[in-house]
C-alpha cells in the first residue's frame, strides 16, 4: 500500500525542545503522524503521513466505551554518526498483532509496520535526538473508531503512529526505586488481558499506584490476582532476582505482558553462562530470600529505563533493604549491554539492531 504524505505548513512546525536532555517524558511530540483505517469490507486503507493533530472521533467511537484500544512502546536511537536504529521492533510489531488478537481486532502485517514507522522516522528524522541516552520514543496505536453503543467488537478502527523526543531515563546515573507490594489490588488475572498491551490494564493499575505513591514509594510489585501469593511485574516493568548466582524472573503465566527487555536480558544472561530460572516466585520467598541476604539484586526491566534497580521492599507495612539499597553488578552490566548495542556502542551479536532507512 502507497503512503499518502501531507507535510506540516512550515509555520505549524512544533516548536523543537530548548534542551532535549531535559524533556519530561510524553510531553513534546514530533511535527507528523502516520494514520490508516480499516473497515470490515476493505481492510486496511488510506496509510497517510499528515501533520501531528487532534483526532477526529465520534463522541460513541467504541474505544471511548468499551475501551478496545491496544499500542506499543518503542524508540528510536541516533548514533554517533548521525544514523538512526530501532532495538527488535519486529518483536512489537509481533506483540501488536497478538494484543490486536486478543482484543478482537485487526493484525498488522509486520511489513506494514515497518513501512509505517520508518517513513515516519525519515519525513520527522530532525525529531530524533542527539544527546547521548536521550531518543526518539514511538507510539504506535489503534483504537475501535466506529460510531455505536452495545458491546460487540468494532467494525472499523483507526491505527496510528505518533513520536516524541525523550531525555536519558538517567540523567543523573540509576536512581534504585522503593517498591510497595499490594496484596489488596491486582493489575490482572490469567485468563484476562494482563499479556495484551491494552488500556484497561493501565486503568487498573491507576489505583494501587496512587496509593502506593502517597506513601512514599515509587512503584507497586503486581501479585497474582487468584492467590495474591506470586509475584508478576513492578509497575510497568517485568521483574527479575538475582538469587545466589541464578537469575530468576516469573514465567509468563497468561497475565504477565512479555516484554522486550525481559527477552533481552534472559538472552544475555544465557549468553554469558548465568543460569537463568522463569518460574513461580513467592512473595514470601523473596522477603525471606532479602532478609537472608540470598537476593543479592532485584531489578525491572522495559523500553523506558531499560534496567531499573530496585533499592527496597515493602511488604505488610514492613520495610526490607535489598542488600545495601545501590545498584547491583549485574543490573548494571545488563543496563550497559543493552544501552551499549541500542546505541552502536557495543558488537550487535544477535541482530537485534534495526537500521531505519532514511
Ligand atoms: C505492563 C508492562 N510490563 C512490562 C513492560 C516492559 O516491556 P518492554 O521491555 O517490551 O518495554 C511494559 C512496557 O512496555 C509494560 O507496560
Redesign the pocket.
Known amino acids: 500500500m502507497e503512503i499518502r504524505i501531507q507535510p506540516v505548513d512550515p509555520a505549524k512546525r512544533h516548536p523543537k525542545p530548548a534542551d532535549e536532555t531535559k524533556l519530561v517524558f510524553g510531553r513534546v511530540f514530533s511535527d507528523h503522524m502516520f494514520m490508516m483505517d480499516w473497515r470490515e469490507d476493505q481492510g486496511w486503507q488510506d496509510a497517510r503521513i499528515v501533520p501531528y493533530d487532534d483526532l477526529q472521533l465520534d463522541p460513541a467511537a467504541m474505544v471511548l466505551h468499551y475501551g478496545q484500544g491496544i499500542f506499543e512502546?518503542l524508540k528510536a536511537y541516533r548514533w554517533h554518526d548521525g544514523t538512526i536504529h530501532l532495538f527488535r521492533p519486529e518483536k512489537n510489531w509481533e506483540r501488536f498483532n497478538r494484543s490486536a488478537l486478543r482484543m478482537c481486532m485487526p493484525e498488522i502485517d509486520l511489513a506494514m509496520q515497518f513501512k509505517a514507522v520508518e517513513n515516519l522516522l525519515s519525513i520527522d528524522q530532525d525529531w530524533v535526538p542527539h544527546s547521548v541516552g536521550s531518543s526518539l520514543y514511538i507510539r504506535p496505536t489503534m483504537i475501535a473508531s466506529e460510531a455505536h453503543l452495545g458491546v460487540r467488537p468494532a467494525s472499523e478502527y483507526l491505527y496510528y503512529v505518533i513520536t516524541g523526543p525523550v531525555a536519558a531515563y538517567y540523567a543523573e546515573g540509576f536512581n534504585p526505586v522503593k517498591i510497595y507490594v499490594s496484596d489488596e489490588f491486582v493489575r490482572a488475572v490469567r485468563g484476562g488481558v494482563g499479556e495484551a498491551?491494552t488500556m484497561a490494564?493501565y486503568a487498573s493499575s491507576l489505583f494501587a499506584a496512587e496509593y502506593a505513591k502517597k506513601k512514599g514509594f515509587t512503584q507497586v510489585l503486581w501479585l497474582d490476582a487468584v492467590e495474591r501469593r506470586f509475584v508478576e511485574?513492578v509497575g510497568?516493568?517485568?521483574i527479575f532476582f538475582r538469587i545466589h548466582d541464578e537469575l530468576v524472573t516469573p514465567a509468563l503465566s497468561g497475565s504477565i505482558?512479555s516484554?522486550?527487555?525481559?527477552d533481552s536480558v534472559i538472552h544475555l544472561a544465557k549468553h554469558w553462562g548465568i543460569t537463568v530460572r522463569e518460574r513461580s516466585i513467592d512473595i514470601h520467598e523473596v522477603i525471606d530470600a532479602v532478609k537472608s541476604g540470598a537476593i543479592k539484586e532485584m531489578f525491572g526491566?522495559?523500553?523506558a529505563a531499560v534496567v531499573s534497580p530496585v533499592g527496597s521492599i515493602s511488604f505488610k507495612e514492613e520495610s526490607y533493604t535489598v542488600q545495601d539499597g545501590g545498584v547491583g553488578e549485574w543490573s548494571q552490566k545488563f543496563y550497559d549491554e543493552i544501552v551499549g548495542i541500542q546505541y552502536g556502542e557495543k558488537p550487535d551479536k544477535f541482530g537485534w539492531v534495526y537500521d531505519v532507512k532514511m
Do not use: A, H, Q
Open positions: 512502546g498491551k490494564n511485574e510497568t516493568m517485568n505482558l516484554g522486550i527487555t525481559r526491566t522495559g523500553t
